[in-house]
């Protein structure tokens, strides 16, 4: 595989589960980013991690809880979430300091 | 408070027209992207404009970049249905190479 994968590409969950959010880059890259869209609103920065080390905590609530295990993986662990919280996670990588992020195609997630 | 404004955020064209869309941005920043997202894809990148007068072109899209004004713009030529998209621009902010802000997107919509 190549670039930038996610899994799943959607997911429905109620208020009260525990759920996870995978990305994988096969880029080589040193830096990764958790960005949530929603409709009519701007991409929002989430997290960025750089070699592992959390360096960008964009005031999100703890019910997001990020996990970056190596410059390859990064997770996005959700619990307690609530309705608005739906919306499109997309997860990017690139080299930290570089110039161009490159995206996945997202998790469509579904707050019920 | 950082702001980057797209505009129009609707655009719908007819094949064979020149259009383009404008990105204002509120900080000193000059490094200024533009990306390109298919429905239910990831975001592509199209364009890095790393200084002031900076143009780029790839086939019929072309990118340039003030930063004097704080303004990009994203040109058209000869519009074709392909080019249907959503297209967002993002520029560096925080004074940090990696942490982009974006503004809301332009969805364009070529008609035959």
């Known amino acids: 595989e190549t670039g930038v994968t996610q899994t799943p590409r959607h997911l429905v969950m109620g208020m009260t589960n525990k759920k996870s959010l995978k990305c994988e880059q096969h880029?080589?890259?040193?830096?990764m980013y958790w960005y949530k869209q929603s409709a009519k609103k701007p991409l929002e920065l989430m997290f960025v991690?750089?070699?592992?080390?959390?360096?960008e905590n964009n005031s999100v609530p703890s019910r997001f809880s990020p996990e970056c295990p190596n410059s390859s993986h990064l997770f996005l662990h959700l619990h307690t979430l609530q309705p608005e919280d739906s919306a499109l996670y997309l997860c990017a990588s690139s080299q930290f300091g570089g110039n161009i992020q490159y995206f996945g195609a997202g998790t469509r997630l579904s707050v019920l | 408070e950082l702001k980057v404004e797209q505009n129009p955020l609707f655009l719908s064209m007819q094949e064979g027209k020149n259009y383009t869309i404008y990105c204002n941005y509120s900080t000193t920043s000059d490094r200024l992207y533009w990306y390109r997202q298919d429905p239910g894809k990831s975001l592509e990148s199209l364009f890095v404009?790393?200084?002031?007068?900076a143009v780029k072109q790839e086939g019929r899209l072309m990118a340039s970049l003030d930063t004097k004004a704080r303004l990009s713009t994203l040109h058209i030529t000869a519009a074709v249905h392909d080019l249907s998209a959503t297209y967002f621009c993002a520029e560096n902010s925080g004074g940090s190479n990696y942490k982009l802000t974006f503004g809301k997107g332009t969805l364009l919509t070529v008609n035959p």
């Open positions: 991690y750089n070699f592992k080390e959390q360096t």
């Open positions: 404009l790393l200084s002031n007068g």
């Open positions: 880029l080589g890259h040193n830096a």
